[in-house]
């Protein structure tokens, strides 16, 4: 393994942390319906879990109100249930074989919580960025223990180490800031 690779391979894992803040940010609501909201949800189908997309037609009726409409008649009633009971906080309502979702308006406590929560996931997405950036430096001290690299190669190794955490910690204040202010402006 050479100083190029411990790079490549920390940049590649910065950048999947970074996709994996985008997910979790997506799936926080804003008040705005996004039928994305009910990927997390998983409906009985005949005695196993399975994601709503794979039953049921899911797409927005309005910028407030998701429809989710079953493929077969028998499943509207368990699609309902379990997004009843989903930690979502909504209320669906069946409309003959078509399941309303209204998306319910933001209150400022609740505005708060998930601010508080979007804090929360980038905090989460930066300690694994200094973990990565942890790993990184280990092996370059390790290559140079080892009198594979020079004690210079190593220096330059784990400051471009810091740089790569610096940019990337940087993108994850940027995403959270642009999440807090949809929040709070809806």
């Known amino acids: 393994m050479s100083i190029a690779d411990i ?13 994996a803040l985008k997910g979790e940010l997506h799936k926080i ?8 909201i009910l990927d997390q949800v998983s409906v009985d189908y005949y005695g196993s879990p399975v994601p709503i997309t794979q039953v049921a037609n899911v797409t927005l009726l309005d910028s407030r109100t998701i429809s989710v409409q079953p493929w077969e008649k028998g499943m ?18 069946s409309q003959g074989d078509l399941i309303r979702v209204p998306m319910p308006a933001l209150n400022e406590e609740r505005r708060r919580d998930l ?3 979007v804090r929360n996931a980038g905090e989460d997405a930066k300690i694994a960025v200094r973990n990565l950036r942890r790993d990184a430096n280990e092996q370059a001290k390790k290559l140079t223990k080892e009198k594979l690299i020079s004690e210079d190669d190593e220096r330059r190794s784990l400051d471009d180490a810091q740089k790569l955490t610096d940019r990337t910690i ?3 204040d940027r995403l959270i800031a642009g999440k ?6 809806v």
Do not use: F, V
């Open 115 to 117: 601010t508080k929560i």
């Open 29 to 36: 609501r804003t008040g705005r319906a996004h039928p994305g």
């Open 7 to 19: 790079k490549q391979n920390a940049e590649a894992k910065m950048a999947k942390s970074i996709e």
């Open 170 to 172: 940087a993108e994850i």
């Open 76 to 93: 509207g009633a368990k699609i309902e249930k379990a997004i009843r009971e989903s930690d979502l906080g909504l209320n669906p309502a």
């Open 180 to 185: 807090e202010a949809e929040i709070l402006a």
